[in-house]
């Protein structure tokens, strides 16, 4: 008696993890345990934090294994090396400014001393941690500019400080000219002016900080006489009473 043919077992189908693929679910921290959810991240991005500050290639696994996390959980925060770099270095950013530029900002000094005070604390805070700014600004350039939701947005720190530093001339120099003087003065903060004027024009740390003083200086003093032309032009101004008198 034949015993009866089996039917060929079907070949099982071989799903290989990739490591680069991006997960379909991604960890959503409004819901379910958010605070568990928020220490698994914010230990992803401490320590690769640590390793940007050491200047160290990594990939997500890396930090995976590191941080005591598994290694799928770990891309379901995040998917690329890229956007777990950006993450951990405005994790750094925003541990890097202490309340020393704060104060600065809001001391009883003078506008100017404050503005002063200002682009060398600046410049000494860049110094000090330059690996996490240029790794920053390199993400931001190397981001397609279509690609805006995978861009890290840069921390605005320079314009609140300029801003405090300021704020007592906001009305003498109008809503629209103080802005202008902040988006100007911004330009003698950050790793951009470092760039610029220590890379490309050789200069020295402390011959760009002297640079970037005058600069500021020259620029507060042009909105402070141009605001008060403005002010003697207009009617019941001196220039506009000395027209009349005429």
């Known amino acids: ?3 009866p043919q089996r039917k060929p077992a079907r070949p099982r189908r071989l799903v290989q993890a990739s490591s680069t693929s991006e997960p379909r679910t991604r960890a959503n921290l409004s819901i379910g345990r958010v605070n568990q959810k928020l ?3 914010d230990a992803l991005v401490s320590v690769a934090a640590e390793l940007i500050r050491r200047g160290e ?13 598994s290694r799928p959980t770990a891309y379901r925060y995040f998917s690329t090396p890229e956007l777990l770099r950006a993450q951990a270095t405005l994790f750094a950013a925003g541990r890097i400014e202490t309340s020393a530029l704060d104060q600065v900002a809001g001391g009883s000094a003078s506008p100017q001393n404050k503005l002063d005070a200002l682009i060398v604390g600046s410049d000494k805070m860049v110094a000090a941690h330059e690996t996490e700014f240029r790794s920053l600004l390199r993400l931001s350039l190397e981001t397609p500019s279509r690609d805006t939701g995978s861009r890290p947005r840069r921390p605005q720190f320079r314009r609140e400080w300029l801003s405090a530093a300021l704020a007592e001339l906001r009305d003498n ?16 903060c950050g790793i951009e002016s470092v760039i610029v004027l220590c890379d490309v024009l050789q200069m020295t740390p402390q011959q760009a900080t002297e640079t970037k003083r005058w600069a500021a200086r020259l620029l507060l003093d042009a909105a402070l006489g141009e605001a008060a ?13 000395a027209r009349r008198s005429k």
């Open 57 to 69: 290639a990594f990939s997500v696994p890396d930090v995976a294994d590191r941080a005591g996390v």
């Open 1 to 3: 008696m034949k015993r």
């Open 173 to 188: 120099l109008g809503g629209k000219r103080f802005q202008r003087l902040i988006a100007a003065l911004s330009l003698m």
């Open 39 to 41: 220490r698994t991240r």
């Open 229 to 241: 032309s403005c002010r003697e032009a207009q009617p019941g101004g001196a220039r506009s009473r």
